[in-house]
Antibody, heavy 117, light 110 residues
Framework: QVQLVQSGAEVKKPGASVKVSCKASGYTFTSYDINWVRQATGQGLEWMGWMNPNSGNTGYAQKFQGRVTMTRNTSISTAYMELSSLRSEDTAVYYC??????????WGQGTLVTVSS | SYVLTQPPSVSVAPGQTARITCGGNNIGSKSVHWYQQKPGQAPVLVVYDDSDRPSGIPERFSGSNSGNTATLTISRVEAGDEADYYCQVWDSSSDHPDVVFGGGTKLTVL
């Protein structure tokens, strides 16, 4: 069965960077884009961008341009999302999601990133 | 950028029908997807491409999309349907294509 398993919770100081991983199993990793979506506590879903694991091509939401980098390691079927220059407003649960076209059919369990001094 | 508008909350009694709307400019020309999110859990796709259901999703969940409004309909609502629901589209109308989510609707089962 398709599974996306994310790395554990992180606590970072303002100005630091965080890198979250998303390990895929149960399907061919390079056949589906991986997207990242975040959700602050009590808030809605916010799309961050996509990555094509086959080509490495990426597309980022304008809000995160210059601060987010999405990469992958195809040998271990793992996608990564790195967010830099963290501020308190980046405190949220970060999800990876498999994209079947423009919809998200499988999601990771989420990774809580807390930014606090 | 494209905006999707959902009511913050909808309440319905068990066994009744819940309708959750998602408004957007000419949304009928786009494919709309719906997600259910229960507290502490990741979202789950419940309707895609306006009205299709993934395998494992009950037939009680259905969708429609026309004009400026898409609607998720949940028939014979059960207590287990209480959750937040989000609509989502892919907006390619600008020079910077984006995934757009609605603000979410909290469904309360009375």
């Amino acid at each position: 069965q398709v599974q996306l398993v994310q790395s554990g919770a992180e606590v970072k100081k303002p100005g630091a960077s965080v890198k979250v991983s998303c390990k895929a199993s149960g399907y061919t990793f390079t056949s589906y884009d991986i997207n990242w979506v975040r959700q602050a506590t009590g808030q809605g879903l916010e799309w961050m961008g996509w990555m094509n694991p086959n080509s490495g091509n990426t597309g980022y939401a304008q809000k995160f341009q210059g601060r987010v980098t999405m990469t992958r390691n195809t040998s271990i079927s793992t996608a990564y999302m790195e967010l830099s220059s963290l501020r308190s407003e980046d405190t949220a649960v970060y999800y990876c999601a498999r994209a079947g076209g423009a919809l998200f059919d499988y999601w990771g369990q989420g990774t809580l990133v807390t930014v606090s001094s | 950028s494209y905006v999707l508008t959902q009511p913050p909350s909808v309440s319905v009694a068990p066994g009744q029908t819940a309708r959750i709307t998602c408004g957007g400019n000419n949304i009928g020309s786009k494919s709309v997807h719906w997600y259910q999110q229960k507290p502490g859990q990741a979202p789950v796709l419940v309707v895609y491409d306006d009205s299709d259901r993934p395998s494992g999703i009950p037939e009680r969940f259905s969708g429609s999309n026309s004009g400026n409004t898409a609607t998720l309909t949940i028939s014979r609502v059960e207590a287990g349907d209480e959750a937040d629901y989000y609509c989502q589209v892919w907006d390619s109308s600008s020079d910077h294509p984006d995934v757009v989510f609605g603000g979410g609707t909290k469904l309360t089962v009375l």
